[in-house]
């Protein structure tokens, strides 16, 4: 059985930054797409970045371009995501994902087959 475990998240000021880590054991890291979303207190879960599955092609929502970096290392079965540049809207909890969809790179939530359970991120101003 897959799972997503992330770790790496905190309380951070404006502007700061963090590195969160997702480790992936019983799935072949390798076949999946991997992703980043995040969800806010009442709002609903969103789109956060992408990465192919060698890594090697990337996505980002608009509102995190150029601030945040995925990345991942299929070595170490890791996903990662370097949070820069931190804004109080960046507050929520933030879920990595994993999908074995036969795209070089996918962004909705249904896609995915398999979550972790979420790591805080919690920017103040």
């Known amino acids: 059985q897959a799972q997503l475990v992330e770790s790496g998240g905190g309380l951070v000021q404006a502007g700061g930054s963090l590195r969160l880590s997702c480790a992936a054991s019983?799935?072949?890291?390798?076949?999946?797409?991997m992703g980043w979303f995040r969800q806010a207190p009442g709002k609903e879960r969103e789109f956060v970045a992408a990465a192919s599955r060698s890594g090697g092609y990337t996505l980002y929502a608009d509102s995190v371009k150029g601030r945040f970096t995925i990345s991942r290392d299929n070595a170490k079965n890791t996903l990662y995501l370097q949070l820069n540049s931190l804004k109080p809207e960046d507050t929520a909890v933030y879920y990595c994902a994993a999908s074995k969809v036969a795209k070089v790179v996918v962004t909705r939530p249904s896609e995915f087959g398999s979550w972790g359970q979420g790591t805080q991120v919690t920017v103040s101003s």
């Open positions: 019983g799935l072949t890291f390798s076949s999946y797409v």
